[in-house]
Every structure is written in structure tokens, then in C-alpha cells.
T-cell receptor
Framework: DAGVIQSPRHEVTEMGQEVTLRCKPI?????LFWYRQTMMRGLELLIY????????DSGMPEDRFSAKMPNASFSTLKIQPSEPRDSAVYFC?????????????FGEGSRLTVL | TQLLEQSPQFLSIQEGENLTVYCNSS?????LQWYRQEPGEGPVLLVT?????EVKKLKRLTFQFGDARKDSSLHITAAQPGDTGLYLC???????????FGKGTMLLVSP
């Protein structure tokens, strides 16, 4: 089975532009997570969906960030307008159910550079 | 928020050396997980420890969960260049719905 698939792998954009990151979770997984990774802050949870419903978005930095999961096989993370401080690697991950002792499966990440 | 502190932040060693990295918290965790992340890739699960005092071995890697379930360690014997990567520990939140990650230990093993 294919793993978590993210696109694009790399995105370079200018400040003020809209950025959309995409994720296809592993088929059959009920939970989907968006994380952001930087050297300074490590891996930070942005938002968590369960059965396509946003459960916890307390990690979303501000209103410029939004995430959707219209169906079980697709999610997007949108930044509008983008700022240089948004530069980071954004990971999507999925799990079969509650993470407890379960495993998180990560995609390869989308590296975003905002100039 | 339950925080996980990892140390050291960075470790550079020669092939064949032994090393230990640590994951500490002031909070009790029901379980802890260790992930390894290679450059340009996402983290991949190595092991989950559940019981206080538990020791798990994965080839040359030995993982231990503290008796009080507040800390964990990873020991690598005879490190190899293939062990190079970012080692992350993670623990579930109280609702078991999300994972909080430490900032990781970056390990570089030179031939």
C-alpha cells in the first residue's frame, strides 16, 4: 500500500502569495495530522482530524492558516497570505485510529520557502 | 501541555562508538515512542515503550522506559553511518488523540 503522499515536495513563493499544501493519507486511516517542523521549534502539531472532522486546531498559528478535509482521502493546508516566518517543512501524517500506542505514518513533507 | 526535553541536541561520533540519548519530562506518560528521521524524509517509528522499566531491543538499539514513566533512553552499540539521522521521542496527550514530540537529537556517525 502506498504511504502518505504529500505535494508539492518543494514550494518557493513570495510574501503575500497563497500557498496550498496537499495530502493523501493511507487508505483506511481515520486520523490525519498536519505538523510543521523548524530547527528552532521542532515538530509542532498544527491541526488534527478524526473521521474528516477537525478535532483540535489549537496549534494553527493564526487566521492566515486554514485546513480542510473534504473526504477521507484528501486534505489541504492553506496559508494566505504567506509570510517569510512561515518557511518550514510541513508534514502530513495519518494513523489507523487514536495514537495512544499506535503509529503515526508521515509523508515526505513539503518544504516551503517564503521570500 | 506535556513537554519532552531531549539531550544532547547534537552528537557527532565515529563509526564503532557507543552512545546514549535521552528523553525527559516532568509529566508521566502512558507510553513513549521513538522515531528516526533521515534527511529529506518524514519520521519513521522505531519502537513504542509502554511499561515502566521496560527495555526493548532492536538490533543494536536498546530502548528503556523509566520506572516512573517520565523518561526514556536510547542506546546505540557500535554505531554505523546508517544510524545517522534525527532521533525524536514522542508521547500521547491525555486524550490519546495526538502526539507531542521532543525537538530531537541529531546524530552524525562518520566512517
Amino acid at each position: 500500500d502506498a504511504g502518505v503522499i504529500q505535494s508539492p515536495r518543494h514550494e518557493v513563493t513570495e510574501m503575500g502569495q497563497e500557498v496550498t499544501l496537499r495530502c493523501k493519507p493511507i487508505s483506511g486511516h481515520n486520523s490525519l495530522f498536519w505538523y510543521r517542523q523548524t530547527m528552532m521549534r521542532g515538530l509542532e502539531l498544527l491541526i488534527y482530524f478524526n473521521n474528516n472532522v477537525p478535532i483540535d486546531d489549537s496549534g494553527m498559528p493564526e487566521d492566515r492558516f486554514s485546513a480542510k478535509m473534504p473526504n477521507a482521502s484528501f486534505s489541504t493546508l492553506k496559508i494566505q497570505p504567506s509570510e517569510p516566518r512561515d518557511s518550514a517543512v510541513y508534514f502530513c501524517a495519518s494513523s489507523l485510529d487514536r495514537v495512544g500506542t499506535g503509529e503515526l505514518f508521515f509523508g515526505e513533507g513539503s518544504r516551503l520557502t517564503v521570500l | 501541555t506535556q513537554l519532552l526535553e531531549q539531550s544532547p541536541q547534537f552528537l557527532s561520533i565515529q563509526e564503532g562508538e557507543n552512545l546514549t540519548v535521552y528523553c525527559n519530562s516532568s509529566s508521566v506518560f502512558s507510553s513513549l515512542q521513538w522515531y528516526r528521521q533521515e534527511p529529506g524524509e518524514g519520521p519513521v517509528l522505531l519502537v513504542t515503550v509502554v511499561t515502566g522499566g521496560e527495555v526493548k531491543k532492536l538490533k543494536r538499539l536498546t530502548f528503556q522506559f523509566g520506572d516512573a514513566r517520565k523518561d526514556s533512553s536510547l542506546h546505540i552499540t557500535a554505531a554505523q553511518p546508517g544510524d545517522t539521522g534525527l532521533y525524536l521521542c514522542a508521547g500521547p496527550n491525555s486524550g490519546y488523540s495526538t502526539l507531542t514530540f521532543g525537538k530531537g537529537t541529531m546524530l552524525l556517525v562518520s566512517p
